[in-house]
């Protein structure tokens, strides 16, 4: 797994249902309306690539492995 620019992230949280609630600072919170999340899913908007460790954690909450998340991160 490799960082994944910023645009292709926020692309691959549309199909799977997550939504942009708001954005505190730097950081969009996206959740799921329908089916809320344990927790949301952050992502930090002052760079222009999301790191792994983030996408592991966000992958985490979300309860997606690596290789769907690759495997759409492709079709996008």
Do not use: A, C, Q, W
Not at 10 to 38: A, M, V
Not at 46 to 55: A, F, G, K, S
Request: net charge positive; charged share 30%; hydrophobic share 35%.
């Amino acid at each position: 797994m490799k960082p994944v620019p910023i645009k292709k992230f926020r692309k691959f949280l549309k199909p799977i249902g997550l939504t942009h609630i708001r954005t505190e600072s730097s950081h969009e919170i996206y959740n799921n309306t329908e089916k809320p999340l344990l927790r949301p899913v952050t992502v930090d908007s002052n760079y222009p690539e999301v790191p792994i460790l983030h996408i592991k954690t966000n992958l985490r909450t979300i309860g997606m492995s690596s290789k769907e998340f690759e495997e759409i991160i492709k079709k996008l």
